[in-house]
């Protein structure tokens, strides 16, 4: 009996823990040309270690949805069917803003990332430098925050957009 309490507890804690943290599988690339913008939000670091130390095939991404006051999390924007020039160079800037629980804006940058180099495959992926880290603190609002974000391929001015929602909580 003591074991089956052990184990109904931890199934507890699992299921709470995992329902705020979500494995995305790899993240898949599509054709020069077909631009499309992804939101990575994590509590660490590790997505861009693993991004760099990984082949991305083979990458799972963890994201999370719910965040408490004063927990730093850090965003990231991968970018996929971006067109190259004659030399296979890419360019691509990332405007980025952030909505309140009222869908007012909080804070926003214009270039706020970007990535430019050599496109090594037809169908690549690419990460843009500088992830975001964004923290709420317990004076903010509970309710969900949006992170929305554009890109642009400089190369041929065209753009896509994405947006990412987190719920603040109180501990």
Known sequence: MRFFRTYIISLCFYFIFYSHVQAQPSV???????????????????????????????????????????????TTFLVTGLSVDEKNHYHFIINVYVLNSNNEPIWGEMNYANGQGILANEKGIVIADPALDFMLDETDPIGTYTIVAQVTDVITGKKAESSYNLTLEKE
Not at 35 to 63: A, E, G, M, P, Y
């Open 28 to 74: 898949v690339a599509t054709d020069q040309g077909d631009l499309k913008l992804i939101i990575v939000t994590s509590d660490s670091t590790d997505n861009i270690k693993k991004w760099f130390t990984t082949n991305n095939q083979d990458l799972i991404l963890h994201r999370i949805f719910v965040i408490k006051p004063n927990q730093l999390t850090t």
